[in-house]
T-cell receptor, first 115, second 107 residues
Framework: GAGVSQSPSNKVTEKGKDVELRCDPI?????LYWYRQSLGQGLEFLIY????????KSGLPSDRFSAERTGGSVSTLTIQRTQQEDSAVYLC?????????????FGSGTRLTVV | KNEVEQSPQNLTAQEGEFITINCSYS?????LHWLQQHPGGGIVSLFM???GKKKHGRLIATINIQEKHSSLHITASHPRDSAVYIC?????????FGAGTILRVKS
């Protein structure tokens, strides 16, 4: 597609429920990143996928968070047993390579609210 | 101490003014990025730098690798430049972000 597409754009969920956030990167971009921006906070790295390599999961805040990338394209970020502190905007970005290529393209984000 | 420090945190300018936002970092990096985030959350990548200087329209970004410092300049600022400007460095696979500079340009 023309840009990085994320869905849903907004998600309100009850505490304790599981949620899935989707990212469809730019076609041909081998690198995909998930970041999180909590209210009033800066951006925080979550996970990085590069081609067929094992993902860098070093930013995932707990074992309730997981992500996968199928076929080197679409990625899903799953949060199990959501907590109120999970409320944030979850941003996906992609680039041509792990070096950032000519730069990153960010999606519009999914605003997650846990009530 | 954060790995990436930006200054100022907030900046208000009059239309037409020359604006400078600074970024200092404390880790070895392969590249530095300047990002722009408008209200509503959309993030746009402005520059990726590994050395020297880049210019795009009214925006200029410079980096001094030895001093671990970068600056973003906006010439002839305009109200539409109002946004959060974020410096991010890449020490490895991931970006490490500064806290951002909130810029407001008044007409």
């Amino acid at each position: 597609g023309a840009g990085v597409s994320q869905s849903p754009s907004n998600k309100v969920t009850e505490k304790g429920k599981d949620v899935e956030l989707r990212c469809d990167p730019i076609s041909g971009h081998t690198a995909l990143y998930w970041y999180r921006q909590s209210l009033g906070q800066g951006l925080e790295f979550l996970i990085y996928f590069q081609g067929n390599s094992a993902p860098d999961k070093s930013g995932l805040p707990s074992d309730r968070f997981s992500a996968e990338r199928t076929g080197g394209s679409v990625s899903t970020l799953t949060i199990q047993r959501t907590q109120q502190e999970d409320s944030a905007v979850y941003l996906c970005a992609s680039s041509f390579s792990g070096t950032g290529g000519i730069g990153y393209t960010f999606g519009s984000g999914t605003r997650l609210t846990v009530v | 101490k954060n790995e990436v420090e930006q200054s100022p945190q907030n900046l208000t300018a009059q239309e037409g003014e020359f604006i400078t936002i600074n970024c200092s970092y404390s880790v070895g990096i392969s590249a530095l990025h300047w990002l722009q985030q408008h209200p509503g959350g959309g993030i746009v990548s402005l520059f990726m730098l590994s050395s020297g200087k880049k210019k795009h329209g009214r925006l200029i970004a410079t980096i001094n690798i030895q001093e671990k410092h970068s600056s973003l300049h906006i010439t002839a600022s305009h109200p539409r430049d109002s946004a959060v400007y974020i410096c991010a460095v890449r020490p490895g696979n991931k970006l490490v972000f500064g806290a951002g500079t909130i810029l407001r340009v008044k007409s």
